[in-house]
């Protein structure tokens, strides 16, 4: 495989920045392509810690009691 970079210790970072900067200008318009997610993860995940948190008391209150 050829050395494309120059002699060793002679690096030049401007390279990894040009292709980091071709990766995300590639890869940004599929992320914005998505749409908006719904409401409904995030009240399963709001009922889910309300349960766990009864749980947890009921545990508590039954240890104590």
Known sequence: MANTQGPQGNYDPAGSTQMFRAFVDEAAPQGRQQPQTSSGPRIGLIVGV?????????VAWLALK
């Open 50 to 58: 309300v349960v766990a948190v009864a749980i947890v008391a009921v």
